[in-house]
């Protein structure tokens, strides 16, 4: 089945200690990216990837990082989590993803709480 | 500041009835889509607008990308119970992506 698998689901850290989000998708895509979900505020680009080892930043990039070192996973690291990063996260992927029948597919997210 | 701008960002409506949302921008795009999400998942694509005055129809959906390619409305004929869920819209720049805050649409049996 066509997936984009993230986890952990469900994560709740302290402030300061570096977590990571995994992201893997088995569609060969070349194109992935990393949003955050807050209410009132739709979803926001954190950051994206075009291909291996070619990573941009999206419209919210502050405090985080990523790698792109296999065409399947895009990890989204985050060094020193602070409070104001508790949100519902995505990864997604896509082969063309401006062409029309080439869709962003989402992963079922994670929850993150810092406290 | 939400570069697209989504209303009503709440409808609740009697199943049956007819209903609108609006996407809107001051911005233009290379394509459009919406996306309907359901609680505890990713957003599912419903479609992708990519060129200007295009309207495009899925059953009871029809999805239209204003002339100037900087808006788009969702209009559903008939609405049903199963039409619950949030309808997100995203302008697409070729690598980047800005969506809507959404409309959480309930349609009540």
């Known amino acids: 089945e066509a997936q984009v698998t993230q986890n952990p689901r469900y994560l709740i850290t302290v402030t300061g200690k570096k977590l990571t989000v995994t992201c893997s998708q088995n569609?060969?895509?070349?194109?992935m990216s990393w949003y955050r979900q807050d209410p009132g505020l739709g979803l926001r680009q954190i950051y994206y990837?075009?291909?291996?080892?070619?990573?941009d930043k999206g419209d919210v990039p502050e405090g985080y990082k990523v790698s792109r070192k296999e065409k399947r996973n895009f990890p989204l690291i985050l060094e020193s989590p602070s409070p104001n990063q508790t949100s519902l996260y995505f990864c997604?992927?896509?082969?063309?993803?401006?062409?029309?029948?080439?869709?962003?597919?989402f992963g079922n997210g994670t929850r993150l709480t810092v406290t | 500041t939400q570069l697209l701008e989504q209303s009503p960002q709440f409808l609740s409506i009697q199943e049956g009835e007819n209903l609108t949302v609006y996407c809107n921008s001051s911005?233009?795009?290379?394509?459009l889509q919406w996306y309907r999400q359901e609680p505890g998942e990713g957003p599912v694509l419903l479609v992708t607008?990519?060129?200007?005055?295009e309207v495009k129809k899925l059953k009871r959906l029809t999805f239209q990308f204003g002339d100037a390619r900087k808006d788009s409305s969702l209009h559903i004929t008939a609405a049903q119970p199963g039409d619950t869920g949030l309808y997100l819209c995203?302008?697409?720049?070729?690598?980047?992506?800005?969506f809507g805050s959404g409309t959480k649409l309930n349609v009540k049996p």
């Open positions: 997604a992927s896509s082969q063309i993803p401006w062409e029309s029948d080439s869709p962003l597919h």
């Open positions: 569609m060969n895509h070349e194109y």
């Open positions: 990837s075009m291909n291996v080892e070619v990573t």
């Open positions: 911005s233009v795009f290379s394509s």
């Open positions: 607008v990519v060129t200007g005055g």
């Open positions: 995203a302008g697409n720049n070729f690598n980047k992506f800005y």
